[in-house]
């Protein structure tokens, strides 16, 4: 396979800096003589398309995977294990919250606030200890959505003969409409 030009290889470094991953905002940075969106788009799709820059992107994110050790699979866990978080799992019997060194790893990694409140009043001073757990929802929403579970992915299967048809239909019935009217 051929080597990327200096610019190609700018283009696809950009754009994998990028977590978004915006052709054209790549492109630009790549080839700054470029100013105008459109043309940028455009050239950035085109880009895109071609062979070398596939591979050198997918190779690029395979490396980054390796080295990381995260990938879609790595994700899915993570997810489920967050998921499986349980409350009991850092209160004692009583409501007390256990020790931090009692807590499960995944709930030291992953409570996302952990606040301690003390009010002296006249007869005992009270002590109220709030902690928040991630989001059970937004984290079964990104379950839902991984690429090996596809739970929320709706399927339309269109064929080339029915799209043809149903055009052929669309037109007959304008037709049928002007003369009509």
Known sequence: ???????????????????????????????????KDSTAEVSASKLLRKAKVKEYLARADLERSERTNIDADWMLRELAEIHNMRVDDVLNDDGSVKAVKEWPVIWKKMVQAFDIQEMDSEQALI???????????????????????????????????????????????????????
Do not use: W
């Open 1 to 35: 396979m051929s080597k990327l030009t200096a610019n190609q290889q700018l283009f696809c470094d950009y754009l994998l800096l990028d977590k978004s991953r915006i052709g054209s905002t790549a492109y630009r940075k790549a080839y700054p003589a470029v100013k």
């Open 127 to 181: 002590i109220i200890k709030k902690i928040k757990m991630p989001d059970k929802q937004k984290n079964l929403e990104m379950i839902g959505k991984h690429v090996d579970v596809q739970a929320f992915l709706e399927k339309t299967e269109v064929t080339v003969t029915d799209l043809h048809k149903q055009l052929a239909a669309g037109r007959q019935r304008a037709i049928e409409a002007a003369k009509g009217a």
